[in-house]
């Protein structure tokens, strides 16, 4: 009767949750902010959340990545640890020109940037790529595809993107 019992336990020991659980106070704002009938958590990015002080005020903050359910558009909702209101990236929804428009569906990599100087690439008034330096405060977010992408970064008052090539 023992190996019986044991092969009815193996699937449940190799399955693997669609995501990990987010911590309670993050949890507790995707509830309360509905989120769940727009969006739904997804895991495109390899990685079910990252965790860091974003915004620099002393408190752990939370990047999951998600998509809109009626499009399939991927992004990045961003909660700061007792603020009500989340940041959405992506997912067609970007609230300030900078940011990405429309749609992360083109990364698939994401990681903590941690680094204090990132250079940022834009075209001069001739056209041609350039690279200035920008300086981080507080940890960010780098995307890539591998080839191209570019860093998420709070500025103390909203979050701008920073087009990089890799």
Request: proline fraction near 7%; include cysteine; aromatic fraction near 12%.
């Amino acid at each position: 009767m023992a190996p019986a019992i044991l092969l009815l336990s193996l699937p449940l020991l190799i399955a693997k949750p669609p995501h990990t659980a987010l911590p309670a106070w993050a949890q507790a704002q995707w509830q309360q902010q509905k989120l769940e009938q727009t969006f739904s958590r997804r895991n495109y990015l390899h990685g079910a959340f990252l965790q860091a002080d974003f915004n620099g005020d002393g408190k752990v903050d939370v990047a999951i990545p998600a998509a809109r359910r009626t499009t399939g558009s991927q992004g990045v909702i961003i909660f700061h640890q007792g603020q009500p209101t989340p940041f959405i990236i992506g997912t067609t929804s970007n609230p300030v020109d900078e940011l990405p428009k429309g749609n992360l569906a083109w990364t698939n990599q994401w990681r903590l940037f941690t680094k204090q100087k990132t250079y940022e690439v834009y075209l001069d008034k001739q056209e041609t790529l350039r690279e200035r330096p920008i300086t981080l405060r507080y940890p960010a977010i780098e995307f890539s595809d591998g080839e191209k992408g570019g860093v998420l970064y709070w500025t103390g008052t909203h979050y701008r993107w920073l087009y990089q090539s890799c």
